[in-house]
């Protein structure tokens, strides 16, 4: 309802309001002093008032939350003033019985005036000092969060440049220190000033505070949404493509905790394209040429990795940078920025780069976790090759981000069978790059973190590989053993999406496992999960009643009674289900 009276009729009610009151009190017929006292307080409100009329009709910009809080108060207490003055046209006998309530009346009505004049005078050297008064306003002497709230915001709306960085600085301690002053920050008004102060891209410095202000703020989803209504996505991305680098990964690191709260996000950041910079700001130091496949060998070369060129003198690195923009920006997605960046990358630090690479692929990995249209839009640019590649290269958390980006992705496509199509092709070089990369994490990283994301991509891209598949299927089983019980357990996951009924290629699939020798390492997960993960020895119990299924005659499964072993679960699942 507030939102709906401009600010002049905010401000207009009180001083009308005013008005009366002095009218009334010069016409006082009894307790004319203290008429005149109010009328000297209301007197001092209305000049105040009007002084405010005076700045917000001639500031565009100006911050609006506090003038109408305060003006609705000022005129609720103006309200009590006029009631209480009315009293005193009356004289006579009326009077004399009037004027023994009277004295306290006075007295609480002046007080509240003096709260509105104090109010007034916080609000007016707030607006004449562009925000910074950090004193309290008498109307928030029960919540001085308000009152520094609303003069930081004032100043980043507001203020000089430097003051405005400050501001926005400020909002990040009070946003840290709980959710409470999130809330009033986005309550009154924050996110539209701090979002101009990141898009006007004044400085470096101004950006990185709002960005750093906004990634404090949209902690939850509904904050998010607020940012997402007031259109922020479009001016995060624009600000995304064409910005320093300190600025591009305060802003990834933004996009990626927006992605992660929200699927809303997810899809308005896939409407205006952000994997593009994403994906190209990833790649900005490797070749992506496609490598011609090789029967029989692994499949990746030719990265190029930055850390290499420092040192060997900036030219080098301007060549490589002009080389990938312009390989990179072909698309038309350029928007003229790429002097100044390649500029500004001779002189970044590697530290910076590796940051951004990491937030990077931290946003695509949460923008593509179960979301088909930005899952598609990475496969569609080169993103697949360029995970590989890094996945290949890389180590610490850039590998890890990228390795979950695959993760994603492989699990959107085995719900999607397009995307599976499309992407995950068995002979196109980029989903041999990916597969050969999550083969190699699999058997020669020794780090679960690592292996149990990519054996989940290998489960999720089971229907897509030919029966007799050894390449695949070998070191999976060959997990199944696996000193850690959670990375045999993911084998035995993995394994069960290719012999399960879905999988066209099942029966040939399991007789694999079983060559491999896959009956024992399975038999022994089974003991070791029994009672102390009920979960994962459900899944070793389902690959094995999948391979009894498909090739009951086995051998292998004899020796191992396998079908003793069943029959026993299912005794123990009857008792169970009995208790
Ligand atoms: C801040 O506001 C108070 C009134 O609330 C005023 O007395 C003080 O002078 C102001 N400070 C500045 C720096 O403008
Ligand atoms: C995103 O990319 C598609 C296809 O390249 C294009 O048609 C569309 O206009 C782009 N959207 C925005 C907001 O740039």
């Known amino acids: 309802m507030d939102d709906e009276k401009t600010l002049q009729e905010e401000l207009c009610l009180p001083i009308l309001l005013a008005d009366r009151v002095l009218k009334s009190a010069h016409e006082a017929e009894s307790s ?11 007197d001092r409100l209305s000049q105040m008032l009007r002084s405010a009329v005076r700045i917000a009709a001639a500031s565009p910009s100006l911050y609006e939350r506090p003038v109408r809080r305060i003006a609705a108060d000022v005129a609720k207490n103006l309200d009590r003033a006029l009631t209480l003055v009315r009293k005193c046209k009356h004289s006579g006998v009326l009077r004399q019985v009037f004027s023994i309530t009277t004295a306290a009346d006075f007295r609480k009505v002046s007080s509240l005036l003096e709260s509105s004049i104090g109010d007034m005078k916080w609000l007016l050297s707030v607006f004449e000092s562009d925000g910074a008064n950090l004193s309290l306003p008498p109307i928030a002497s029960n919540d001085p969060i308000l009152s520094w709230v609303w003069s930081y915001i004032a100043t980043i709306q507001m203020g000089q440049l430097r003051d405005r960085v400050e501001a926005a600085s400020s909002l990040v ?63 995060i991305v624009s600000v995304l493509g064409d910005s320093p680098m300190r600025v591009q990964a305060a802003v990834v690191r933004l996009v990626a905790e927006m992605a992660e709260l929200d699927p809303i996000a997810q899809v308005d950041f896939a409407r205006e394209n952000v994997t593009r910079p994403l994906v190209s700001l990833l790649a900005m130091d490797t070749v992506l040429d496609e490598p011609k496949p090789q029967p029989g060998k692994p499949s990746i070369h030719s990265l190029v990795i930055n850390k290499e060129l420092v040192g060997k003198g900036a030219n080098s690195s301007t060549r490589l940078g002009s080389f990938s923009s312009n390989h990179y920006h072909s698309d038309g997605s350029s928007r003229g920025g790429h002097y100044r960046k390649d500029r500004e990358r001779e002189v970044e630090s590697p530290e910076v780069k590796l940051n951004l690479k990491v937030g990077c692929a931290e946003a695509l990995w949460k923008l593509c976790r179960a979301c088909l249209l930005n899952s598609r839009k990475v496969t569609e640019t080169k993103g697949l090759i360029c995970l590989a590649k890094i996945v290949h290269k890389e180590v610490g958390e850039l590998q890890l981000n990228c390795l979950m980006t695959v993760m994603e992705i492989a699990a959107v496509a085995e719900s999607n069978p397009e995307l599976r199509r499309s992407a995950f092709k068995p002979n196109s070089p980029a989903a041999k790059a990916v597969v050969d990369q999550l083969m190699r994490v699999i058997q020669e990283e020794g780090n679960p973190d690592l292996q149990i994301p990519a054996i989940k991509a290998i489960g999720s891209l089971a229907r897509t590989f030919a029966a007799r598949e050894t390449r695949i299927v070998g070191p999976l089983v060959a997990r199944l053993g696996n000193v850690n019980v959670d990375v045999a357990t993911e084998a035995a996951i993995a394994l069960g999406k290719f012999v399960c009924l879905e999988n066209f290629n099942r029966v040939e699939h399991s007789k694999t496992i079983i060559e491999f020798n896959g009956v024992p390492s399975l038999m022994r997960l089974l003991k070791a999960t029994d009672r102390t993960n009920e979960l994962a020895h459900l899944h070793c119990l389902e690959l094995l009643c999948y391979l009894a299924l498909h090739v009951g005659n086995s051998k292998a499964l004899e020796q191992a009674q396998v079908l003793s072993t069943l029959e026993g679960e299912l005794v123990l699942l009857w008792h169970k289900i009995q208790i």
């Open 32 to 42: 004319k002093l203290e008429c005149a006292d109010l009328a000297h307080q209301v």
């Open 173 to 235: 301690s009070l946003a840290r220190d709980n959710d409470r002053n999130k809330k009033i920050i986005v309550d009154e008004g924050g996110v539209t000033p701090l979002l101009k102060l990141l898009k006007e891209g004044s400085s470096a410095e101004a950006q990185i505070a709002a960005a750093n202000a906004l990634f404090h703020i949209a902690t939850d989803q509904e904050r998010v949404r607020t940012v997402i209504e007031l259109n922020g996505i479009p001016m």
